[in-house]
């Protein structure tokens, strides 16, 4: 792909030089860097990589309609099994992670060098993160909003159907079911979504009411392993040793009352994309069939109430302890 930060120019009208005008404008009272950082970043991957498009978001910005892309970079070693995958950015307002997997290319070569598969979608909410919203319409309301990682119309409910008749967005919709055929590609072993807690620090979900001065932070995990994950734990660990408080166990220790056991949540029904990456089986144009079935998915989370450089370095030490290791 070369270095010359031509990353999606062919695809529009807009010529580079308007489209980097707006794109300077992210959002950034918290520091984060601009989209087009990040997306330049990626187009230094050398030949061994390819780039796909997955999907166009727009904003009107000036009454001019400017294109946001969402990108998936894949190494070129397809593997029947190892094949990691990294994701971030499903919440606009969680900018950590984006600028840490944009930040570890050098890492990122060196494993596909040496046989490793790897699959990475570092923005997968490109509208959200320059405006600082949660979600895709709305900063904070998730009934209004509407989330990229909204799975519930692929996953199977108590009636053995699916738990919504319809995806709750078309922009999701189109997501997932690339995500679901790039399963198919390339099937996913180990997965890490990259996300942080922002409800001590900016309000987070209205519906919320809880103690927002609670500064302890806890992993989401789907895996067959249970709360014996090795990644998990390790992870537990970085983040420890980096002085985040883990919230270690609770029977309602969550907002939405699931239990937490060693700072780890395990294998509940959430509707998110976590879930699916990690479903056996799945509804896909209304038939029940075989799902991604990654073995586990780790869900990381750095609390906002430090400074957005602490988190972004505690995000690529989790890349390369886990990844490396």
């Avoid at 300077?24 to 990589?49: A, C, G, L, P, V």
């Avoid at 029977?251 to 976590?274: H, M, Y």
């Avoid at 509804?283 to 988190?311: C, D, H, M, W, Y």
């Amino acid at each position: 792909m070369g270095t010359s930060g031509r990353w999606f120019y062919s695809k529009i009208n807009m010529n580079e030089k308007a489209i980097r005008k707006y794109y300077r404008k992210t959002f950034n009272q918290d520091r984060r860097d601009s989209i087009d950082k990040i997306y330049d970043r990626f187009s230094e991957f050398s030949k061994i990589w390819s780039k796909e498009l997955i999907d166009t978001h727009y904003l009107y910005l000036d009454k001019i309609r400017v294109p946001f892309p969402i990108y998936v970079y894949k190494n070129k070693t397809k593997n029947t099994h190892n094949n990691i995958w990294l994701l971030a950015g499903v919440h606009g307002e969680e900018p950590a992670g984006p600028v840490a997997l944009s930040k570890s290319i050098s890492l990122f070569e060196k494993l596909a060098k040496n046989g490793f598969s790897l699959v990475i979608v570092p923005l997968i909410n490109p509208t959200g993160y320059f405006r600082n919203y949660r979600y895709l319409f709305d900063s904070r309301d998730w009934k209004k909003g509407k989330s990229m990682g909204d799975t519930e119309s692929f996953l199977a409910g108590i009636n053995g159907k699916p738990r919504l008749s319809k995806p709750s967005s078309l922009q999701g919709k189109k997501f997932l079911n690339y995500i679901i055929n790039l399963s198919k590609e390339y099937p996913p072993d180990i997965v890490l979504d990259f996300h942080e807690d922002e409800l001590r620090t900016l309000g987070g979900d209205p519906i919320y009411h809880g103690d927002l001065e609670d500064k302890n932070v806890y992993v989401y995990l789907h895996s067959a392993l249970n709360r014996d994950c090795p990644v998990a734990k390790k992870i537990i660990a970085i983040l420890k040793n980096n002085n985040i408080g883990i919230k270690l166990r609770g029977e309602a220790g969550t907002r939405f009352k699931e239990k937490i056991i060693n700072g780890i949540v395990s294998n509940v029904k959430d509707s998110s994309l976590d879930e699916l990456l990690s479903a056996k089986k799945i509804f896909l144009n209304k038939k029940l069939v075989p799902g991604p079935s990654a073995k586990s998915v780790v869900v990381i989370e750095t609390p906002t109430s430090i400074s957005i450089g602490k988190r972004i370095k505690i995000h690529k030490e989790i890349l390369n302890k886990i990844l490396e290791e």
